[in-house]
Structure formats: C-alpha cells, structure tokens
C-alpha cells in the first residue's frame, strides 16, 4: 500500500484515481471493494475488523480510495505506516448538493435497479447499503427507496466530522490536503511523480458514475450474464405456464 485516499466520496475521487492511474499506481476503488473483498468488508462493518485484515486485504494494492476504505483510513494506515494519505477538500455547499443528487440518480437508475435482479447485483446493492450506513449512520433500503432517510443534516455531519477527524489525527508529515482543481503540481509533489504531459483528468463532473471502467468491471460482466440466464428462465417458465393453460383449454 502506497497511498490512502481519506477523501470523502464526491470530494473527487473518480478524478484521483484516474489521476492516479496515469501516473501507474493500482488503484481499488468501491467495485473493486466490493468485487474482491466483499466477505471481508461485510465482517468489518457488521462486526468489526483488525490491522491484519487490511494487511491481508490489500497488500498488493498500492492504492484504496471510495467508500468503504476511506472510513477506515486510519486502520489501513496502522496496517501500512509508510503510506501516504491524500484527503480531498471542497465547499461544503457544493459538495452536499452533489452528494445529494449522486444518491437521487443511484436510487433511480435504471441500470442500477435492473442488475439486482441478478444474485450479484443484489448482494452489491446490500453491500452499498452496508456502506452507506457505515458513511452516514442512516438505512437506505435499496435498490427501491421510496423514503430516503439521507438529507442535508445528515450529510453535512458526517462530511464534517470525517474532514475534521482526519486533519486532526492524520501525520502531518504523510498528508496531503488537496483539492482537485489545483491539478497535478501539487499531487506530483507530494508522489514524487514527474507531471504527466497529458490533461488532468475530471472525471464524474455530470455525476455520470457509470464509465467505460464501470462498463468492463468484472462486476458488470457478471451481471450481464446473471441476467441473461434469469431472462432465460423467465422464458421457459412463462413459456411452460402457456403450454399448460393451452392443454387445459382444450
């Protein structure tokens, strides 16, 4: 493990990782929690970890970014002191308003709730509730919530009380307080990197969490073929069900 992002989702972390990844880092983010560690996370947020989990966990990663891991940066640290730690700073208007709308558009997407109709799909959509109770201290039934219990009380609590706990308890000498719109300077600095002589990137500015790393997770692939066989299924049971009415009739 070579860095920690402790930055709070909508803070940029889609843009850090991309950034991260230019610059040849391996990067897990909340898919890569879910796809490879998900027995893992569930025991850790149900009923409690130790240092050795995340030794084990990601030891060969060199960087954790995204719900859960940034709740737990402190932990993850202990288990890897030679880390660095990036925390992501924004207005909290803006990041609240953000924050708000991803949850909106992740409750009614439709992609979101026709994959937790594959086995897959609905063990991620309770690891996501998992996570979000972990984040916020509040139960979104999903994939359908019809009474969405996150607001901007709730929000701005725990963004604050995460953003404070980190500036306060975080080695000085290991942190990078950052916010994205500085670019590369700062983040190559702090690496050790050479700047790239490409673009930074910005990623998830329309709140577009759905991207070509998405679309070719492991994750989705699963997914897709979960689905076709449950659509399968369906066809031969509705099928039979036309059989049998057809014989009855007549």
């Known amino acids: 493990m070579k860095v920690i992002v402790a930055g709070s989702p909508k803070t940029g972390t889609k843009t850090v990782a991309a950034a991260l990844r230019e610059l040849d880092y391996e990067v897990y983010e909340f898919m890569d929690h879910f796809w490879y560690h998900e027995k893992e996370w569930k025991k850790i947020l149900s009923k409690g970890g130790s240092i050795n989990d995340f030794k084990q966990m990601y030891q060969d990663i060199d960087v954790v970014t995204d719900g859960p891991s940034y709740l737990f940066w402190e932990e993850i640290h202990k288990a890897f002191p030679e880390a660095k730690i990036i925390l992501m700073v924004r207005d909290e208007d803006a990041w609240c308003e953000s924050a708000l709308e991803q949850y909106r558009r992740i409750r009614n997407h ?141």
Not at 179 to 188: F, K, M, Q, S
Not at 224 to 244: D, K, N
């Open 110 to 250: 439709p992609g979101f709730i026709i994959s937790c109709f594959s086995p897959i799909g609905w063990k991620m959509s309770r690891f996501l509730q998992m996570t979000i109770m972990a984040m916020h201290g509040v139960l979104e039934s999903y994939p359908v919530t019809f009474n969405s219990h996150l607001n901007e009380m709730v929000l701005r609590k725990s963004y604050r009380q995460h953003t404070q706990y980190c500036l306060q308890n975080a080695p000085k000498d290991k942190l990078l307080v950052y916010n994205i719109e500085t670019g590369w300077e700062p983040l190559c600095n702090f690496l050790g990197k050479d700047i790239p002589e490409k673009s930074f990137p910005h990623k998830n500015k329309q709140l577009d969490f759905v991207d070509d790393r998405h679309l070719s997770h492991p994750y989705t692939n699963r997914v897709q073929r979960e689905l076709l066989i449950v659509l399968c299924l369906l066809v031969v049971i509705i099928a039979f069900g036309v059989y049998i009415v057809a014989v009855i009739a007549f």
